[in-house]
């Protein structure tokens, strides 16, 4: 215990105790829910001392859904480019007053829109939101420009190896028709269609169904505001419908892109459960060791050791109903086959010798930090319950993972390096 002097001040001359992160009491604040009256769902979490506050509004409307190829990253992109009585940048000028910062991503399975703001601005700029999510027009114009963009960006990025061996080892993994393997081509932003775009939003934008998370210092007034611009919108649920995994038979690639490149890109990965395997949790830590953080086994070996490369990460992919174990890094193109002799070792010496104690607290510790710094502030403790809620989590997932962190031994991280890290499992790529 640290005594304090007669002022009351801490006394600076004795030593505090450290204590090791693994042993700390992390806990995920609860969240608080709602459900507006259409039965929308709304999870929040009231906390924070500035006032700002962010909302994001979640929708079935990632590359699963679409019919045609990139029309569900280009409905996203465009929420933004024009209603029926604002242009885009009328849009953009609306948010960019109030100092709001309003955003678009699409994903796999998901879209979504997401408002950053001072929480005194809400009444204002929701009901510009519901005007994107009801009456967004997609002009031809903003279609046209988006195209050449995108094009222009794309003939740009497949010049990089890295990219490229990015696009290729989900299409192996996957199948290029797949959702999670599927990637983007000239000729498909030639194919867009303004009338197919627009019936994709109607669909899953105007009439389907989303999650709305909340997180920051909330107004008193917001579960109203939320009711009065989204809670009467009509909503549908599509259901995920199953699409076939269509990998290729062959597991090892060399591909030349720039045959006067000094560099070369490395994928080495394989299929993996979801975050509803049993395994899944317990890997994390396993991949931790092997190759998760700057203090990893890959990084010791390949950047300290070989100084083949500046960094390599491995890491589980962060999908919904398939995973994958993923090895990435980037290195000399002399020296791209010794790197991945050198990873297969690095998986042959964790199938066949336990990790000693000391290496394990290591990275019980960094976890364990990392978690906490996750923790700190309510848009990241938001984005924690985000994953245990869109992946349809046990809502005892999160201390459960701690758990396993925490206890996971030696001999039982052993026993998952016999199971997931056969070189035979992997598919190889080396792009140059």
Avoid at 97 to 122: D, P, V
Avoid at 339 to 362: A, F, H, P, S
């Amino acid at each position: 215990m640290i005594t304090k002097n007669k002022a009351g001040l801490l006394n600076r001359k004795q030593i505090p105790k450290i204590t090791d992160a693994v042993n700390l009491h992390l806990e995920l604040k609860p969240y608080e829910k709602f459900i507006l009256k259409n039965g929308v769902e709304v999870y929040s979490i009231n906390a924070g001392a500035e006032d700002v506050m962010m909302i994001e509004w979640v929708f079935n409307a990632g590359n699963w859904f679409e019919d045609d190829n990139l029309q569900a990253a280009t409905a996203n992109f465009l929420l933004k480019n024009g209603t029926s009585t604002k242009t885009a940048f009328q849009v953009n000028e609306h948010f960019e007053y109030y100092g709001a910062y309003l955003n678009r991503n699409c994903y796999a399975e998901t879209a979504n829109l997401s408002l950053h703001c001072l929480n005194r601005h809400l009444s204002e700029l929701l009901p510009v939101v519901r005007e994107i999510l009801t009456d967004s027009v997609f002009p031809e114009e903003e279609i046209a420009t988006y195209k050449q963009n995108m094009q222009q960006r794309l003939d740009v990025s497949l010049k990089k190896c890295d990219f490229v061996a990015g696009r290729l080892i989900d299409s192996y993994l996957f199948g290029e028709n797949h959702p999670y393997g599927r990637f983007s081509k000239y000729e498909y932003y030639e194919a867009l269609q303004r009338e197919r775009l627009l019936q994709f939003y109607k669909k899953y934008y105007q009439h389907g169904k989303f999650i709305i998370f909340m997180a920051g210092k909330i107004p008193a007034n917001a579960e109203d505001l939320l009711n009065q611009y989204f809670g009467d919108l009509p909503i549908t649920a599509y259901k995920h419908s199953a699409i076939a995994l269509e990998p290729v038979a062959e597991k090892k690639y060399r591909v030349i892109n720039d045959p006067n490149g000094v560099q070369g890109a490395i994928r080495i990965a394989r299929h993996f459960p979801n975050r509803h395997h049993k395994d899944f949790p317990k890997v994390q830590v396993l991949n931790n060791i092997f190759g998760g953080f700057f203090g990893s086994r890959l990084m010791n070996n390949i950047r300290e050791d070989k100084g083949y490369t500046y960094g390599i990460y491995s890491y589980l992919m962060n999908q919904v109903f398939e995973s994958g174990w993923i090895i990435s890094t980037e290195a000399g193109k002399d020296v791209c086959e010794a790197t991945v002799g050198e990873v297969y070792k690095e998986m042959e010496i964790l199938r066949n010798e336990k990790v000693d104690e000391e290496e394990l607290m290591l990275v019980r510790n960094y976890m364990m930090g990392s978690i906490l710094g996750d923790l700190d502030g309510p848009f990241q403790i938001l984005n924690r319950w985000k994953t245990i809620i869109l992946n349809g989590l046990d809502e005892n997932y999160f201390n459960n993972s701690l758990e396993i962190i925490r206890t996971i031994s030696a001999g039982e991280l052993q026993q998952l390096a016999q199971k997931y890290l056969d070189p035979e499992s992997f598919y190889e790529l080396v792009v140059v």
